[in-house]
């Protein structure tokens, strides 16, 4: 009886559903089961699992697709069979995405403050602490640098800079996954930086000028004042000026002209001046002030190098001669030089190494001339993940040297190790922790100098709040510690700095604030080494940013300093006067010419009774001339290859010749403009609805139908979205116009050809007919029958496109709509039983879309299963791709989703692109005058999509 009873409890444990715990998938991956049970086995899955295989009877594998929208974590999915059920826990593990959108850029005036907003997505399936940094050499302030982004939730964040003296700046926003820490997403914006108001309108040929004057009165009279003065800018298209003086007792600053095969210029600082000069292969140099003065000299001619200086001191002199292959110059030289005091004279040389590979840079100089010394120094070009970094120098007996080395270790921690020798060694080991899902830093270091010695430092920073602090320790002063605070909030900023040492504290408060005309400083500060507070604040009223008006004071040490504070600052440019430009050289340029005439005889060449054009306007992109009386222009252009184009003529005439120009600098090119006589035609697309031929009423226009104008030449036009079309610049002679069947809508065919005698004179106006096709239907279906199959289907798309779905109908639905996985959108009637809407495109791999047409109580359906892929959402065709310096490129524009603004963009120009259709956009560019290859970058709605390449020839 007990092994009866033990073989049917085997038997049963034996036929039990069997499965595993639990399983493992990612989203837009499939997920298997081995399943053994008795009879059918069945699945009760969770929403976000699509079944691949239904059931199996027996013993198989059940098949899942995770879809895209599966959230990570764990899940439940009941296993049932003819003898019970068994749960199996689904583990969706989580995956990092994100996506940074930012603008394009923008433009702003030095000292001002230019404000950017991006959005940070997190397409990922789970939550994400996403951490952000800025890369940019302006002062800036980041509104956030942790977000805590759910699924599918965007957040914005702003992003201010501070311009300052720069041309332009490149600002790059990292955004790091807490998640993974692989996945990271940036954007870039480009700012342009102009001087002053009104600096874009100058032209090629412009000075800037900057005044600026400072002074401060106290109690005691005038105790302080500063002046400066800058211009700079093109005299002539050979000659440029470029200058920065200011005197504040002392003249500091900066001068230099410059021009073809000379420069001239002047460098002073802290009682240094020196002047210096440049003729073809001649240098020099004059060095005065605080010091001995120094005359010296370079001239070089190909490998051959004589370079000397003179002084109250010495004298010296060089001769070296460089032997270059590749990106190795070695230079050997002779060296005499003179003492004054005591007499000394000595004969030496050397060699100089300079090696500039790809990969680092390094340059050695070995002399022998009253002893010998060295010099080298290197460094590797990237310093990320390994760089390496030093220098070498002896002489005298002595040697110092230093050589630093660093690597990333991982994504967050980075090591560094340092040796030096300079009469004792030094080294040093250190650790720089940076997480990405924290705003938070940690430095570490431990090593030698003259003793023991260590440090470490911290640093947090987060929504406009900043923490810093700091320990260091060294055998011969001991500990040292700082702590500093800061909070930053426009229009305030406040900070505390406190500073700790072995023979006492300091500790120093302040705060900012800048509110619309006013700006007030104010610190406070105490240093218990000495035993002494200070005050010291300033508000200055700035009614205009040219003048400031304000008080500072100072109370150190029971003395109070009171000063009253006066600021001009004036800055602005003009276009170089012609008078100045002429004197100076002038510009680089030449001059085509011609004569604008009637081509009656459309040979191209101007002959005897061919009559000109007064007033014709000739273009060369936004440069223009307008003939004379007697139809002759006259265009000075930089060297290059130009297209001329002709406006301003009478209807009935037009440019047919593509006419290029290639002017060369101080040249005259003499180049004749013809027009032709050219006929057109007009007209509208409509649809023929009953087939008459005749636009009858109720039957409107058939919008984007490609017409064809086939006769002495093939032209074509496409109808815009009323339907109508204009086809132009056609030789005189008979003409068939048709339609394009394959430009017109599915289930369409073109009605007859429209045959016409075109002649000078008003465009005719015609009418075009497109009719629906005669379609046969299958006899399984009655006309009352509901149906439905889809149309144009793509075989793949990106997420974030836009899929137009047609569905066409039979059977008169009342209703039609599309339902996928997350979302569901009701299809809008056209005519002839056609229905379309728009989709956006999902995360991929796959997409299932399900098509639904009802009426009544009857229903038909359809299915499609889309491949999702990453990719671009839109791409950029020039025609053509290969150009001569100033050609006009075609630009097409292939969206895979509706945009309302498109542009193209080479070299900071921006060119508006026209619609042709909701998904193609079209315009033209000229091609720069330098040769080289360029990226002309296509951008939608503020958003860079894709890049194409230019090749302008040589």
Do not use: C
Request: aromatic fraction near 8%.
């Amino acid at each position: 009886m007990l092994r009866a009873l033990l073989a049917l409890f085997l038997l049963g444990w034996t036929l039990a559903l069997e499965a595993p715990e639990e399983v493992e998938g990612e989203r837009g991956g499939f997920l298997s089961l081995a399943v053994k049970g008795e009879g059918t086995i069945t699945a009760e899955a969770p929403p976000f699992l699509l079944p691949l295989t239904g059931s199996v009877e027996g013993e198989g594998l059940l098949n899942f697709l995770v879809r895209p929208e599966a959230l990570a974590g764990t899940y439940t999915l009941l296993l049932k069979d003819a003898r019970g059920s068994k749960a199996v826990r689904v583990r969706i593990l989580p995956q990092a995405g994100l996506v940074l959108r930012g603008p394009p850029g923008g433009e702003g005036v030095e000292g001002e403050r230019l404000r950017y907003t991006f959005a940070l997505t997190n397409t990922g399936n789970a939550p994400d602490r996403v951490r952000l940094e800025v890369r940019t050499l302006l002062p800036h302030r980041l509104e956030a640098e942790v977000l805590e982004l759910a699924p599918g939730e965007t957040r914005e964040v702003g992003l201010e800079l501070q311009l300052s003296g720069r041309n332009r700046d490149t600002a790059t926003l990292l955004a790091y996954s807490g998640l993974d820490p692989k996945v990271r997403a940036y954007t870039v914006v480009e700012t342009v930086i102009l001087p002053f108001r009104g600096a874009e309108d100058l032209g090629r040929q412009a000075l800037y000028y900057r005044f600026g004057l400072q002074g401060r009165y106290g109690t005691g009279g005038l105790q302080g004042y500063a002046v400066g003065l800058g211009l700079s800018g093109n005299l002539s298209d050979y000659v440029g000026l470029n200058s920065r003086l200011a005197w504040d007792g002392t003249l500091k600053g900066e001068a230099a002209f410059r021009g073809e095969g000379f420069a001239l210029g002047f460098r002073g600082q802290e009682g240094y001046y020196r002047l210096e000069g440049e003729l073809g292969p001649f240098q020099a140099y004059y060095a005065f002030g605080a010091f001995a003065p120094t005359l010296g000299g370079l001239w070089q001619e190909g490998p051959l190098r004589f370079s000397f200086s003179l002084s109250t001191l010495g004298q010296r002199a060089n001769l070296g001669y460089a032997f270059q292959e590749g990106p190795l110059t070695l230079t050997p030289y002779l060296s005499l030089s003179r003492r004054g005091e005591p007499e000394e004279v000595r004969l030496g040389g050397g060699l100089e190494v300079r090696a500039e590979p790809r990969e680092f840079s390094l340059s050695a100089r070995a002399e022998y001339l009253s002893g010998f010394s060295l010099r080298v120094s290197g460094a590797t070009r990237a310093q990320d993940p390994f760089g390496a970094k030093g220098d070498l120098a002896y002489q005298g007996g002595r040697l110092q040297g230093t050589l630093t080395l660093s690597e990333r270790l991982d994504e967050e921690v980075r090591g560094s190790l340092t040796l030096g020798y300079s009469g004792d060694w030094l080294g040093r080991v250190g650790l720089e922790y940076r997480p990405l899902t924290y705003p938070f830093s940690l430095r570490a270091g431990l090593g030698y100098q003259r003793g023991l010695a260590w440090d470490l430092s911290a640093r947090v920073r987060t929504d406009g709040l900043e923490a810093i602090g700091s320990l260091a320790w060294q055998t011969q002063t001991g500990l040292s510690y700082g702590l500093q605070l800061g909070y930053a909030l426009p229009p305030f900023s406040l900070r505390a700095l406190y500073l700790g040492r072995p023979e006492g504290g300091s500790l120093l408060l302040g705060g900012e604030v800048r509110e619309g005309d006013l700006e007030g400083s104010l610190s406070l500060g105490y240093d218990w080494a000495q035993g002494r507070p200070s005050v010291r604040g300033a508000l200055l009223y700035r009614p205009t940013p040219e003048l400031g008006l304000g008080v500072q004071g100072a109370w150190n040490g029971g003395r109070v300093d009171l000063q009253a504070l006066g600021l001009l600052e004036l800055k602005g440019g003009f276009n170089t006067p012609e008078e100045v430009v002429q004197l100076f050289g002038g510009r680089a340029t030449g001059w085509v010419e011609g004569v604008v005439f009637h081509d009656l005889n459309r040979d191209g060449v101007k002959g005897v009774g061919e009559p000109p054009l007064p007033g014709a306007t000739v273009r060369v992109g936004g440069l223009e001339a307008q003939a004379d009386g007697e139809g002759r222009y006259r265009l000075e252009l930089y060297p290059g290859s130009y297209t001329l184009q002709v406006g301003g003529i009478p209807a009935g005439l037009a440019q047919r010749r593509r006419t290029e120009a290639r002017v060369e600098r101080g040249l005259r090119l003499p180049l004749d403009l013809p027009v032709e006589t050219v006929v057109g035609v007009a007209g509208v697309v409509f649809l023929d609805r009953n087939r008459n031929g005749l636009q009858d009423e109720g039957e409107g226009p058939l919008p984007f139908a490609r017409v064809v104008a086939q006769g002495p030449e093939r032209r074509s036009a496409m109808a815009d979205g009323t339907g109508r079309f204009t086809i132009g610049g056609l030789l005189p002679g008979a003409y068939t116009l048709s339609l394009d069947p394959a430009s017109l809508p599915p289930f369409h065919e073109p009605g007859e050809p429209l045959g016409l005698e075109l002649a000078p004179g008003p465009l005719p106006q015609v009418r075009l007919a497109a009719r629906e096709s005669v379609r046969e239907v299958v006899q399984t279906f009655t006309e009352e029958s509901l149906g439905l199959f889809l149309l144009d289907l793509p075989p793949t798309l990106p997420p974030g496109a836009e899929l137009l779905l047609k569905v066409q109908t039979q059977g008169d639905p009342e209703r039609v709509y599309a339902e996928w996985p997350g979302g569901r959108a009701r299809l809008e009637p056209g005519e002839g039983g056609l229905f379309q809407a728009f989709l956006p495109v999902p995360e991929g791999p796959l997409w299932e879309i399900r098509v639904v047409a009802e009426r009544g109580a009857a229903r038909a359906e359809a299915q499609a299963l889309l491949t999702v892929r990453p990719g671009p959402l839109g791409t950029l065709l020039l025609q053509p791709a290969l150009v001569d310096p100033g050609e006009r490129v075609g630009l097409e524009a292939r969206l895979l989703k509706r945009f309302r603004q498109v542009e193209a963009r080479l070299l900071g120009v921006r060119i508006p692109l026209n619609p042709k259709d909701p998904f193609t956009f079209q315009g033209e560019l000229p091609a720069p005058e330098a040769p080289g290859i360029y990226e002309v970058e296509l951008w939608a709605d503020g958003v860079k999509l894709s890049t194409a390449r230019l090749r302008v020839r040589d």
